[in-house]
């Protein structure tokens, strides 16, 4: 069992940055794919970006493609998702997740993944 816990959300202004964090509970397997996905108010998860650890490759949602890195830090379990310009269609409960093996085909898929953190809320205002 891996678990997963989110921090760094709140409130911003348009065009603000925010730095999530996610830190892994130890864990055995040295290939993972880190996704981090996001819930608008009243839709549904959708996928943000996603880490393959195998060798670092990175996917991003067309909406984020240019403001958000997702990046990981192995020493100490955690991977990050670092936000800028945002705006407020931004808004939502940030989620990561992650699930044994390699990204391919899966990058952004809320399914295909397997451990989920409780989420962290990212508010951002006009």
């Known amino acids: 069992q891996v678990r997963l816990v989110e921090s760094g959300g709140g409130s911003v202004q348009a065009g603000g940055s925010l730095r999530l964090s996610c830190v892994m509970s130890?864990?055995?397997?040295?290939?993972?794919?880190l996704g981090w996905f996001r819930q608008p108010p009243g839709k549904e998860r959708e996928g943000v970006a996603s880490?393959?650890?195998?060798?670092?490759?990175?996917s991003y949602a067309d909406s984020v493609s240019g403001r958000f890195t997702v990046s990981h830090d192995n020493e100490k379990l955690t991977v990050y998702l670092q936000m800028n310009s945002l705006a407020p269609n931004d808004t939502a409960i940030y989620y990561c997740?992650?699930?044994?093996?390699?990204?391919?085909?899966?990058?952004?898929?809320?399914?295909?993944?397997?451990?989920w953190g409780q989420g962290t809320q990212v508010t951002v205002a006009a």
């Open positions: 997740a992650l699930v044994i093996g390699t990204c391919a085909g899966r990058q952004l898929k809320p399914s295909s993944y397997v451990f």
């Open positions: 130890a864990y055995t397997y040295s290939t993972k794919c």
């Open positions: 880490l393959d650890t195998r060798d670092g490759s990175t």
